[in-house]
């Protein structure tokens, strides 16, 4: 079985291609079998990969999924987020399973920390929301990256400033708290609580914290494979995704290069992931989400919980609007199909071709975020397989119309689709 797709790339990207749940998980976990290094880029703990390992089942949170493969090298960038409690947690989770950790695992000193007030403040805010919500986890996501653009965040490297990075770290939880008091009624953490947490962090990953780009420049210059890894999906992007229902950072391939230091040039192909229908969490829009008994057996049979919150997820239809924007964003070159499984029960499949908005037919994802409650779905649809593809490992082998489905997504996405998975196992996997 292959497991890479193009054993020329040295620099490959993984990118989900809706928003966000699509199974990169098992996918950075296929090809990091040959990779030599895996390199996270953004997002922080809100996010949730899932992979199988050896019997085992791992749910990442913050670690590169590369880091159950113990010759690969894991690389977390200056666009992560870091929550230095919960990666600790992580970190010896990981250690108790007989996964070595430290010493494969190295985290940019710019990295931005998440810090208790973090969380408080995201949910205090999403409980003072007047109207929808976003639909945040509560995790201080937004706030910590609030803070990096306000240029008031803590990064890790400041932990190694010997002028006295605790006094710094003291003053900005009271300044927090103040504003918990203040605008919310909400008692914050204690300054000293935060520095013994930071202290117990460094004693555990100050050897962990490197020049992440200039680890990837000499890991390419040594002809060593590098896979990069994000988290969420491309309709999360807070710049080009369904805003504001979005993340607080860039999900897509622009987001690797600044969320690494490393030049976009040197990313060699590009892979994007989709489910073989929609899902998503939280709230804002969804053209083809199901309020249905389809949308609940979708929900039921496909597992659709996240990972991380055990949300139940929306879900929809294949929208392939959604899937086209996202090739031509990232520079897509093939996709891995997820989940193709769960669609084997239909009598019918349906796919989103267009939108209708205001009069207008819409083959482009619109770039105003006005339209977007407006849009109604345009379907195709296709005859069903009903025939079980959880067993099958071979493409060739699979129904006749279940190939149809495949084929008419290339069509609409502009893009082959290389991988299909029909289940959770590494060996349910399909090379096309």
């Known amino acids: 079985m292959p497991v890479l797709l193009d054993e ?23 090809f990091g079998e040959k990779c030599d290094v895996v390199a996270r880029f953004q997002g922080g703990p809100n996010a949730g990969h899932t992979v199988l390992f050896n019997g085992g089942k791992y749910i990442l949170h913050q670690v590169p999924s590369g880091i159950l493969r113990p010759h690969t090298v894991c690389l977390m960038g200056n666009g992560v987020v ?3 409690e919960s990666l600790l947690d992580e970190i010896n989770g990981l250690e108790a399973r007989g996964i070595d950790v430290v010493g494969r695992l190295f985290i940019s000193p710019n990295a931005h920390l998440i810090l208790p007030y973090h969380n ?3 949910r205090a805010f999403e409980e003072e929301t007047v109207g929808e919500r976003i639909g945040t986890t509560g995790r201080g996501i937004g706030p910590a990256y609030a803070d990096k653009a306000n240029r008031i965040g803590i990064r890790i490297g400041m932990l190694f400033d010997p002028s006295g990075w605790e006094s710094k770290v003291r003053q900005t939880v009271q300044a927090k708290n103040q504003i918990l008091r203040r605008l919310y009624d909400t008692d914050g953490p204690s300054g000293e609580a935060v520095v013994s947490t930071l202290r117990r962090f460094l004693s555990k990953i100050g050897v962990c914290v490197a020049d992440v780009g200039l680890k990837i ?5 040594s002809g060593k494979t590098i896979l990069l890894e994000g988290a969420q999906g491309t309709m999360l992007d807070i710049d080009f995704g369904t805003y504001p229902y979005v993340t607080s950072s860039n999900t897509t391939i622009g987001g690797a290069s600044t969320g690494l230091g490393m030049n976009p040039r040197i990313i060699d192909r590009v892979i994007g992931v989709v ?6 969490v939280g709230n804002g829009p969804f053209p083809t989400e199901l309020n249905d008994e389809t949308g609940e057996a979708i929900r039921t049979v496909g597992g659709e919980f996240g990972a991380t919150t055990g949300r139940p997820r929306r879900c929809g239809w294949f929208d392939a609007v959604v899937a086209r924007y996202a090739v031509e964003l990232n520079g897509i070159d093939c996709l891995a199909m997820m989940k193709l499984d769960v669609l084997d029960r239909f009598d019918e499949i349906r796919i989103c071709t267009a939108y209708r908005a205001g009069g ?5 994802f619109p770039a105003f975020c006005h339209v977007l409650d407006a849009l109604e779905p345009e379907y195709i649809t296709l005859p069903g397989w009903k025939i079980p593809t959880s067993g099958i490992r071979s493409y060739g082998d699979l129904p006749r119309n279940a190939a149809a489905y495949i084929e008419k997504i290339e069509s609409l996405a502009g893009v082959p689709v290389r991988l299909l998975s029909v289940g959770a196992d590494r060996e349910a996997t399909l090379w096309k």
């Open 217 to 221: 420049r000499e890991a390419r210059a």
């Open 360 to 364: 207008q037919r819409l083959e482009s």
């Open 275 to 280: 489910k073989a229908y929609t899902t998503r």
């Open 8 to 30: 020329s790339a040295s620099v490959q990207l993984i990118v989900g291609a809706q928003w966000g749940d699509e199974g990169k998980g098992k996918i950075v976990d296929l």
């Open 120 to 122: 408080l403040l995201d």
């Open 82 to 84: 870091v929550n230095p």
